[in-house]
């Protein structure tokens, strides 16, 4: 039975045309006989090439924990000092009182040695150079600087034990 060929099939026929075609495709109807047998073909190599590496093995299991515990490792070395943290929030505080007036006068030094050169006589109206000025007393000052920066251009501060001037 010959199968129906068109380019243009009706839509009512296809699903005929096409099982005629998948029966003859699955009775072998299609082609010729079969030719004979060819000759044979060259050998292959005797031995393909390597396959590609397997995936690796999962770890095995961890030893026993009872063996002895090795010697502690050295201890590492200091690290640098950090960064001054910055200035609390808030204002300065007020100042504190004024202390009381020390007493008045003042002592002085003791009067300096006369002057190593010789009078010269009494001229017409002139005096000879006077002798150098004598030590004077000692005077205490107390400066108690800031512990931390006070950002003022070139004022002291107290940086752990460390007088620094502020860069401000």
Do not use: C, E, H
């Amino acid at each position: 039975m010959a199968i129906l060929s068109s380019r243009n099939y009706d839509r009512n026929m296809i699903g005929n045309v096409l099982k005629q075609v998948v029966d003859a495709v699955n009775a072998g109807n299609i082609g010729g006989p079969t030719g004979p047998t060819g000759a044979a073909g060259p050998t292959g190599p005797s031995q393909g090439a390597t396959g590609p590496t397997g995936a690796a093995g999962v770890t095995g299991p961890t030893g026993s924990a009872i063996g002895a515990q090795g010697p502690a490792g050295p201890v590492g070395a200091q690290g640098a000092t950090g960064a001054t943290g910055p200035t609390g929030p808030g204002a300065t505080g007020p100042a504190g009182a004024i202390g009381a007036t020390g007493p008045s006068p003042g002592s002085t030094g003791p009067t300096g040695p006369t002057g190593a050169g010789v009078t010269g006589p009494t001229g017409a109206g002139f005096t000879g150079p006077a002798g150098p000025t004598g030590p004077t007393g000692t005077v205490a000052i107390v400066v108690v600087p800031p512990t931390s920066d006070p950002r003022v251009s070139g004022q002291v501060w107290n940086n752990a034990g460390v007088l620094t001037v502020s860069a401000g």
